[in-house]
């Protein structure tokens, strides 16, 4: 099962998933129009996407230094490191820890967004990714860019991994933002190349809706 599989002996459920749907707006009925592609319900072009849950929060599902939504129906479960030296060197990557993990197995896909934190308020984003990606076994082709994460200054990498239990290397991605309490990676995985495909839209959500914890 490898780091992950071990861990989750370690983690504490923290709260279930919810999805709401928002309602289509009317078409007035005195002549048909055209909507334009990408319209949303605001605008008159159809359903607004689903709304996830808010995590890491006051009173949400795994206390973070940041908030972020997650997809609907995805779970979200706070990791508690065990007092174990083996456990503890698990639940560490790089400069990191890792603090929650949210499920995508209720809504149909097999992997995780995985939530790591460290202690360094001053740590550079792309300093922390490098760092991480330079401690995961079997990492290749890992390329880095500067970008944003919500409204915040943000290093993002992609990269390849190959291990015993995959059929080839297999695409993940992550991305790490600063905060006055340390850095925060947001890692999206994946079974194969195929799930970690269907599960894009929820790191991108989590990624666009990031933002500092109050």
């Known amino acids: 099962m490898g780091r992950y599989g071990m861990l989750r002996g370690a983690v504490v459920v923290a709260a279930a998933g ?3 749907t928002a309602c289509a707006a009317e078409v007035p009925e005195a002549k048909p129009s055209v909507k334009a592609p990408g319209a949303t319900a605001a605008t ?49 990557q790089g400069t990191v820890t890792l603090s929650c993990e949210v499920d995508a197995k ?8 995985r939530v790591w934190t ?20 079997g990492a290749s082709k890992a390329a880095y860019a ?15 991994v190959s291990g015993e239990f995959t059929d080839g290397p297999k695409p993940e991605r992550a991305f790490a933002v600063a905060t006055p309490r340390g850095a925060v990676v ?5 079974l194969d190349a195929g799930e970690h495909r269907a599960m894009l839209p929820a790191y991108e959500r989590a990624k ?3 933002a500092l914890a109050g």
């Open 18 to 20: 919810m999805a709401l």
């Open 44 to 92: 008159g072009g159809g359903p607004e996407p689903a709304k996830g849950v808010t995590i890491g929060g006051k009173g949400a599902p795994c206390p973070l230094p940041v908030t972020f939504e997650t997809e609907p129906e995805w779970t979200a479960e706070q990791v508690t490191v065990s007092e174990d030296p083996d456990f503890a060197a698990l639940a560490r």
């Open 106 to 113: 209720p809504a149909g896909h097999i992997g995780f967004l």
């Open 118 to 137: 460290g202690d360094a308020p001053g740590a550079a984003p792309r300093e922390v990714l490098e760092a991480y990606v330079g401690a995961e076994k």
């Open 146 to 160: 500067q970008t944003r994460a919500g409204a915040l200054p943000a290093a993002e990498v992609t990269f390849m």
């Open 186 to 190: 947001v890692h999206l995985g994946g």
């Open 208 to 210: 666009r809706t990031i």
